[in-house]
């Protein structure tokens, strides 16, 4: 099995940086992909980015492209989010999320994961 432990949210001031965090511990060997969601207050969980382990290809929900990054340090097993210029709506639950899988389509689509962190709470004020 594998677990994710997310790190790095908490409330932060408008104008100001984040760097969220999720070291996969367990049985990573097989991990194929690591992504960051998020809930948006009475919204649906939705895709943010995801990371090819291998290559590091990302992708990009299109809604945050050019505001958030996403990167990753494979000796750590962990996968980065980066967001500076925080805004009142970047408030949301962030989930760390990762996979044994392989389809493409599914980079940015909830049902592409299988293991899934516990979420960390950011809020922008």
């Known amino acids: 099995d594998v677990q994710l432990v997310e790190s790095g949210g908490g409330s932060v001031q408008a104008g100001g940086s984040l760097r969220l965090s999720c070291a996969a511990e367990g049985y990573t060997d097989r991990l194929n992909r690591m992504g960051w969601f998020r809930r948006l207050p009475g919204q649906e969980r939705e895709g943010v980015a995801a990371?090819?382990?291998?290559?590091?290809?990302?992708d990009y929900t299109d809604s945050v492209k050019g505001r958030f990054t996403i990167s990753q340090d494979n000796a750590k097993n962990t996968v980065y989010l980066q967001r500076n210029s925080l805004k009142p709506d970047d408030t949301a639950m962030y989930y760390c999320a990762a996979s044994e899988w392989c389809s493409y389509r599914r980079r940015l689509v909830r049902d592409g994961y299988q293991y899934w962190g516990q979420g960390t709470q950011v809020t922008v004020s």
């Open positions: 990371i090819g382990r291998a290559r590091g290809s990302t």
